[in-house]
């Protein structure tokens, strides 16, 4: 049925192009096209998995604030483990997206009610936001470390921002350019620079390390893959189906970001363990230039996934409006925050939003599995349900005890309480992986409370009128 007042979805079946050249639709009332098969899902979420920000962020895996750092042989284990543990909680999160056909902050209708999924979409907009923001200062760095400092950043700042725009516009024609044409650049890109590297190894970490901190650099890992599960459905409810969208982001994802992560930590160790040196020692390597050159024009999927999930998680609050107009308004502000702001001041409020989708990851995966997606209701008259907060709340609270953060006026409240709950400063439990875990556990056997319809999910809900609002 259709929500009255509203068309119904099934109204647009008739005008939507061929899976060639089909396109993702204007609003939430249209059906979404079954356009992307494997290879599309592989290759989005391979380049995905590749990101200017990781090669440099492999230091937080291998040498965490405070501790010891880890070994060679410790830091890719754990990048192995926290990779594989989190590329396989967002392939779940993709086969909901296919399943329900509902983007990611829609589908938490289901989960815990239309007035409640407000929450978490309002985080997910702040959070695109902000790493969109990100994306387009650290393509800017990149740029200005390949041209010597001769391309202003506000130049690239702007051009990067109008090219993201660009292709928020067409997110399905950016995938499959991505598969078609990108995806080969970036494999190259990459085997260039972990062939130098490994020609001309630089010092590893030796005296002083230890393994001690192991399970703080799975967290560091794993939690960059979960990051992109509010994002995930968004892509994944236009794939020809589940086992094209798990393969997407467990292989596609998984295996992208263990190479990046392992590339980091060569180059780490060329750059002496400087995370501000890894460009540098890229630029070093024979055909080093080109290599870095092919990753900082691709870097723009990044900012464009952020800018089109931003568009998307608005039309949660309102279902109706063209996501067309509000991905270039949310291009020109991300655009504009770029050029204005310092960026850098607010990476740990970042972090901290990231940590709520944790704890929702595990409720959401558990609630869906419990009752194989019956009664799923992605309408705008879905009921809340308290008991999928409450387990929500309880893996966040879990969260910040072990791991608070380091946000002004926040974090000290949680570190006092972890401290004296005595579950704070234990380098071998992790944060993710014990949220994610509590708000599993709190959510199986609490699944049906608040009551669930007894209807079943079909397998392809474009053939259905009431899958969206």
Same mark, same amino acid.
């Given at each position: 049925m259709s929500v009255p007042g509203e068309p119904p979805a099934a109204a647009s079946t008739a005008t939507l192009p061929g899976p060639a050249h089909a396109e993702a639709p204007h609003t939430l009332h249209e059906v979404p096209p079954r356009a992307l098969g494997l290879l599309d899902?592989? +290759?989005?979420?391979?380049?995905?998995?590749?990101?200017?920000?990781?090669?440099?962020?492999?230091?937080? %895996?291998?040498?965490?604030?405070?501790?010891?750092? #880890?070994?060679?042989?410790?830091?890719?284990?754990?990048?192995?483990?926290? =990779?594989?543990?989190?590329?396989?909680?967002?392939?779940?999160?993709?086969? #909901?997206?296919?399943?329900?056909g509902a983007p990611a902050m829609v589908l938490l209708r289901g989960l815990l009610g239309a007035r409640a999924s407000v929450v978490p979409t309002l985080l997910?907009?702040?959070?695109?936001?902000?790493?969109?923001?990100?994306?387009? /200062?650290?393509?800017?760095?990149?740029?200005?470390?390949?041209?010597?400092?001769?391309?202003?950043?506000? /130049?690239?700042? %702007?051009?990067a921002g109008a090219v993201t725009t660009g292709l928020a516009l067409r997110p399905l024609g950016m995938i499959r350019i991505l598969r078609r044409y990108v995806s080969v650049l970036v494999?190259?890109? &990459?085997?260039?620079?972990?062939?130098?590297?490994?020609?001309?190894?630089?010092? @590893?970490?030796?005296?002083? =390390?230890?393994?001690?901190?192991?399970?703080?650099?799975?967290?560091?890992? #794993?939690? %960059?893959?979960?990051?992109? %599960?509010?994002?995930?459905a968004d892509y994944s409810r236009h794939s020809t189906g589940p086992r094209a969208a798990?393969?997407?982001g467990f292989l596609g994802f998984g295996i992208t970001q263990t190479a990046c992560y392992g590339i980091g930590l060569l180059a780490l160790a060329r750059?002496?363990?400087?995370?501000? +040196?890894?460009?540098?020692?890229? $630029? @070093?390597?024979? #055909?080093?230039?080109?290599?870095?050159?092919?990753?900082?024009? !691709?870097?723009?999927?990044?900012s464009f996934a952020n800018v089109y999930s931003t568009a998307? *998680?608005?039309?949660?609050?309102?279902?109706? =409006?063209? !996501?067309?107009?509000?991905? /270039?308004?949310?291009?020109?502000?991300?655009?504009? &925050? &770029?050029?204005? $702001?310092?960026?850098?001041?607010?990476? @740990?409020?970042?972090?901290?939003?990231?940590?709520?989708?944790?704890? $929702? *990851?595990?409720?959401?995966l558990a609630?869906?599995?419990?009752?194989?997606?019956?009664?799923?209701?992605? @309408?705008?008259?879905?009921?809340t349900r308290p008991a999928m907060l409450a387990a929500w709340l309880a893996g966040f609270v879990v969260y910040q005890l072990i791991n608070p953060g380091a946000v002004p006026g926040w974090s000290p409240f949680w570190t006092a309480a972890g401290t004296r709950l005595h579950v704070a400063g234990h380098p071998w439990l992790s944060a993710s992986v014990a949220a994610f875990a509590v708000a599993a556990a709190l959510a199986w056997p609490l699944a049906r409370v608040g009551g669930t319809p007894d209807a079943v999910a079909p397998a392809h809900p474009s053939a259905r009128e009431d899958h969206l609002p």
């Open positions: 899902q592989l +290759g989005f979420w391979g380049n995905l998995g590749v990101s200017l920000l990781g090669f440099g962020g492999a230091v937080a %895996v291998q040498a965490p604030t405070g501790l010891p750092p #880890l070994p060679t042989a410790a830091a890719l284990t754990a990048i192995v483990v926290g =990779t594989l543990l989190g590329a396989a909680v967002l392939g779940g999160s993709l086969v #909901l997206g296919e399943r329900t997910n907009i702040v959070q695109c936001l902000g790493w969109g923001t990100f994306e387009l /200062v650290v393509i800017a760095g990149g740029v200005r470390a390949l041209a010597h400092g001769a391309v202003p950043d506000p /130049v690239t700042v %702007v051009v494999v190259l890109a &990459a085997a260039v620079l972990a062939a130098g590297l490994l020609t001309h190894p630089g010092r @590893s970490p030796g005296a002083g =390390t230890s393994w001690t901190a192991f399970w703080v650099g799975v967290d560091a890992a #794993l939690a %960059v893959a979960i990051s992109w %599960v509010p994002l995930g798990f393969a997407g750059a002496g363990g400087d995370p501000d +040196g890894v460009f540098d020692v890229f $630029l @070093s390597l024979p #055909l080093g230039v080109a290599a870095l050159a092919v990753l900082v024009l !691709r870097e723009t999927d990044q998307v *998680s608005v039309q949660n609050l309102r279902p109706g =409006t063209d !996501r067309r107009p509000l991905a /270039v308004a949310v291009g020109a502000t991300t655009t504009l &925050a &770029a050029l204005v $702001l310092d960026i850098d001041r607010f990476s @740990s409020f970042l972090y901290l939003i990231g940590a709520v989708f944790v704890p $929702l *990851s595990g409720v959401l609630a869906w599995t419990r009752h194989r997606g019956r009664g799923w209701d992605t @309408s705008s008259a879905a009921p």
